[in-house]
């Protein structure tokens, strides 16, 4: 287990589809976190989870965003009817219970067209 | 509202010397500061952490400081080298939120020159 995954890094879209990313983080670590980054601007965060519970959830992540852990172990991150500003760099982060910081993944980058 | 703020959005130095980059905070009173770097295309990377009680931290070229009278932090990378070049986020704690809820600057975009 070397990081991180990601998958997919890349997406390309139609307005109005839906699209699902996947997380799978460092094992162990039983803390996950979705970030959001926009060109130039720094990752926002999205949700927090600690093992399965969705702990947080940001007034970024409109209805149209959902994102779940089930077992605790991998996460998706879904977004239904996809709006051209929804284009950005999805960012997923884990953590150990004891650690302060986060253990990001490469990200999926998504465009809608 | 808590904000985050690196003055910079640009820095280019000549190799070998000492970057300085600069994070500033306002309302709020975080327990502990992190630092990451990102290259081009991938994920941030975490570098170091400094907290509230700590004037300085180091680790090999780097030297992070924080100043809580200031609410600053500076980020200090000595005999800098091309491979240095990368931005550079700084984050904080999200007041009431989990120790994963970062508030990220923009971030620095270092380009060190040979």
């Known amino acids: 287990d070397t990081g991180v995954s990601q998958n997919p890094r890349h997406k390309i879209t139609k307005r109005g589809q839906n699209v699902t990313f996947r997380c799978d983080p460092i094992?162990?670590?039983?803390?996950l976190y979705w970030y959001r980054q926009t060109l130039g601007q720094g990752p926002e965060f999205l949700t927090y989870?600690?093992?399965?519970?969705?702990?947080?959830k940001s007034r970024l992540l409109s209805d149209r965003f959902s994102a779940e852990r089930p077992k605790g172990s991998f996460s998706t991150l879904e977004i239904q009817r996809t709006e051209q500003g929804d284009s950005a760099m999805y960012l997923c982060?884990?953590?150990?219970?004891?650690?302060?910081?986060?253990?990001f993944g490469q990200g999926t980058r998504l465009t809608v067209v | 509202s808590q904000k985050i703020e690196q003055n910079s959005e640009a820095l280019n130095i000549q190799e070998g010397k000492t970057a300085t980059l600069t994070c500033n905070y306002t309302?709020?009173?975080?327990?502990?500061l992190q630092w990451y770097r990102q290259d081009p295309g991938r994920g941030p990377v975490f570098l170091l952490l400094?907290?509230?009680?700590?004037k300085e931290k180091r680790k090999e070229r780097l030297k992070v400081t924080f100043d809580t009278t200031l609410k600053q932090s500076l980020f200090h990378i000595t005999a800098s080298q091309p491979a240095d070049s990368a931005t550079y986020l700084c984050?904080?704690?999200?007041?009431?939120?989990?120790?994963?809820?970062?508030?990220f600057g923009k971030g620095t975009k270092l380009s060190v020159k040979p």
């Open positions: 400094i907290r509230e009680n700590e």
């Open positions: 094992s162990e670590h039983n803390r």
């Open positions: 982060a884990s953590s150990p219970p004891t650690a302060t910081e986060a253990f």
């Open positions: 989870f600690q093992n399965e519970a969705q702990l947080e």
């Open positions: 984050a904080l704690a999200r007041y009431g939120g989990s120790q994963g809820n970062l508030i």
């Open positions: 309302n709020y009173s975080p327990a502990y």
